[in-house]
């Protein structure tokens, strides 16, 4: 999340920030006041990434699956709305973007029960939007990774079990690998942080939303096992058009999530618009066409998986990439998250029951790949304008194309926490309250059982 030449560092610098320096520009305003204009863009992008979730992906996630269980899922994503964002107030947010333990694993105390967070900007991060505004929109990404992780265990797991595991899970998972990749300090924060021990870029959230919460929902659906019936019974989803309105909705929903990781209405913001749009519907496409040459017919299903496709492996690459390559980036996801969903599951018969793993874990970890080999600074000048970026040799790593080597070990840290702490974690709430409901409680639908509701009433 890197605002148009808005380094950390005190200026001198060109472009947005100098104009913010200087007060040459007359609607700009002062160094660590906040801009009116910045601060409503932020509040709109934040309320976009919280449409991604209520309603986007309950109805996206709600579609898929069947009738007797699609509250279920509208019940997880609401019921870890309010979780992560009670956590977020009182220790979340510090944990990430706090300084004060001087770490490049975890933040500080400083921010605990959102003390200090006001009006004034957080300059760590933004001299120009309000501090209260910059978490409010982190949060945002608080919320939606582990709601992702529902896709593969959906039907099956106990609300609960769902809910002890994601407070679990965001504090040992999420909030150490956010600061690594996006705060001050971060192990892996190539931009911002100057002794960074792995200089690696991730725009949005390759590794912090898509990477942790794919890998972690894999493991989590082999540790619960199939769903009762699975490669027996017909599984097909209820509804195609909540499936497919709900698409829509994320589709909107992703520019605030890429557009707004900018951290300011400026120019990286205008290309992270641009890039996330192609490569949406490029993947759209692509997957849609190669299901008519492969099966004979293109289906809703296909482009919805493509277009979700597109946007997270275009997310950690949004803001650095052109337009070239948002297209590049469009067709293999389009292809690859493809082949992960169709070939692979069916070859090792795992049961990700809405292809969390196939979309978010494969594409968020090919999105964090291609941005070494596509990232250029001709599109975001802090790859090696900014002072920290000079010192911890990013810049080098950018025009000599070495920059995808340190995105390989990024992606590896990232792999082992998220695949060791989600092991760990699943036992431990297994011991405490189980994971599945009875036999029987699943076979009536945790719409019932977990909520004593139903969706439909014939």
């Known amino acids: 999340m890197f ?238 058009v909540l499936c497919m309105v709900g698409t829509g909705m994320l589709y909107v929903g992703w520019y605030g999530f890429n557009a707004g990781s900018a951290l300011a209405a400026d120019g990286v913001a205008a290309n992270a618009f641009m890039t996330t749009t192609l490569a949406a519907a490029v993947a759209g496409f692509v997957w849609g066409m190669l299901e008519k040459m492969l099966r004979g017919h293109a289906s809703v299903l296909g482009f919805c998986s493509g277009i979700i496709a597109g946007l997270v492996v275009i997310t950690p690459a949004a803001g650095f990439v052109n337009a070239t390559g948002s297209i590049i980036i469009g067709i293999l996801a389009g292809v690859i998250p493809f082949f992960a969903c169709t070939k692979l599951k069916a070859i090792f018969k795992y049961d990700d029951a809405l292809d969390t793993f196939g979309v978010h874990a494969v594409g968020g970890t090919l999105g964090a790949l291609v941005t070494g080999f596509l990232a250029t600074a001709e599109v975001n000048s802090n790859l090696v304008s900014d002072g920290y970026a000079k010192k911890n040799g990013l810049a080098a790593l950018v025009t000599d194309g070495g920059l995808w080597v340190a995105q390989l070990k990024a992606i590896g840290l990232t792999l082992v926490l998220s695949i060791v702490a989600t092991i760990v974690i699943a036992y431990l709430v297994k011991a405490i309250v189980g994971l599945r409901p009875s036999a029987e409680a699943e076979q009536q639908g945790l719409d019932i059982t977990d909520h004593s509701e139903e969706g439909y009433i014939l």
């Open 3 to 240: 605002a148009d030449d808005a380094p950390a560092a005190p200026p001198p610098v060109d472009g947005a920030f100098a104009a913010y320096v200087n007060n040459t520009d007359p609607g700009a305003g002062l160094a660590g006041v906040a801009g009116p204009g910045h601060n409503a863009f932020m509040m709109i992008c934040a309320a976009l990434v919280l449409f991604m979730t209520l309603p986007g992906l309950a109805l996206f996630y709600g579609g898929l699956v069947r009738r007797k269980n699609v509250l279920s899922v509208l019940a997880q994503c609401l019921g870890i709305t309010g979780l992560v964002s009670i956590l977020w107030w009182a220790f979340g947010y510090s944990l990430v973007f706090g300084t004060s333990f001087g770490s490049p694993f975890v933040g500080g105390t400083e921010f605990f029960f959102l003390k200090g967070v006001t009006s004034a900007p957080n300059t760590n991060y933004a001299y120009w939007i309000s501090q209260n505004v910059f978490s409010m929109y982190q949060l945002m990404f608080a919320i939606i990774t582990p709601a992702l992780i529902v896709g593969a265990i959906a039907e099956r797991m106990k609300f609960s079990a769902i809910l002890l595991f994601v407070t679990i899970w965001m504090v040992v998972v999420y909030f150490p690998l956010a600061h690594m990749v996006w705060g001050a300090t971060g192990f892996m924060n190539g931009v911002w942080n100057a002794d960074a021990a792995i200089p690696a870029i991730d725009f949005a959230g390759g590794t912090v939303v898509h990477m942790s919460s794919g890998w972690s929902a894999l493991v989590l659906c082999l540790i619960l096992g199939p769903r009762l019936g699975f490669g027996k019974e017909k599984m097909a989803p209820h509804s195609m």
